[in-house]
């Protein structure tokens, strides 16, 4: 199948990518290498899919209505599996036009396009942070969803309802995944795992916010992309959304004492007050997304941040 993945170079589109060659699609990857973090890093992405024969990189703005156009036409694209975002809760209070910009009007120059160029399917990554600050555990696909408390939430909330908009105005198949906190290797360095684990090794404190009781799904990489590839090859959809998590949350401080035990190093930990837009806690009811096309995470949280480790030391 031809597939276009936008955000192809960051840290879930890469793995993705990687998946769709294994089973030998052919897939173009559009990136702006947007500088949120190094950009050096997004390289070395491309660098270890370029050398496969089914993929394309082409370097562009998912806002450039011209160039996706193009490419959605001259590549008879049936399949476009949308990642490119502004990611990340915190910076998106400081910088609310940039992230509607690229997050909503990307997404609509995208849909757009995908109508004019008659794709089938299309995949939006959510997240997880649409649920706000629900006290109702676990979180399930049903729950009124009305109270986002990030602009970044508030722009995938939105981003869900356009995609059920063109499914119903253009037939356009569409599932929205809700990842639940990704982490694994080439994760970005601004999320906690990566970036705990650059200071451990530096035999710096960490900064815990809250008192460390806060919860999260943390899923592995390779779970969210199995994940992502059992709906997007699912025979049947028509609009659907889908919570992509691991369905076993861990506690902040739970997390650390597991890096500290994969790293063989104490951690030491500054404790410093919650941030405004981080929810409370997440907890993924996976139930819908196993029923539909059998999701079901493989790699506990041992696993994963020992795998985690394992690749940071290496690099
Ligand atoms: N990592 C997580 O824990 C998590 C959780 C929930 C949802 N998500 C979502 O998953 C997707 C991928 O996240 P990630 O963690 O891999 O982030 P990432 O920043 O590593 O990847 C996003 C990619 O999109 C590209 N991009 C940004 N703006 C673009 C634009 N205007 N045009 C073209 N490309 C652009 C960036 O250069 C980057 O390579 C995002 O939509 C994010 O919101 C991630």
Redesign the pocket.
Known sequence: MNILV????????SHLCEQLLSLSHKVIG?????P??EVQK?QENLKILEGNNGFRFIY????NSFLVNEILASNQIELVI??????GVRPSISNVSDYMD?NLN?LVTLLEASRNCNVRRFIF?????VYGNQKKLPFSESDDVSFPISP?AAT?KSGELLCYTYHHLYNIESACL??????GPR??PD?AIHKFTQLAIEQQPIELYGDGSSIRDYTFVSDIVDGICGIAFHPELNYEIFNLGNGKPVKLIEMVEELQNALQTKIEIKFIEKQAGDVDQTHADIAKANVYFGYQPKVSFKQGVAEFVKWFKKR
Do not use: C, E, M, P
Not at 30 to 34: A, G, I, R, S, T
């Open positions: 936008t955000g192809a170079i960051g840290f879930i589109g559009l990136d702006n290498l947007d949120f973090y997004k562009g703005d998912i806002r949308h990642l490119a975002a502004k990611a690229v990307g990554i959510s997240s997880s942070s970044y995938k809700r990842l639940f906190t990704v982490y994760q970005r999320l």
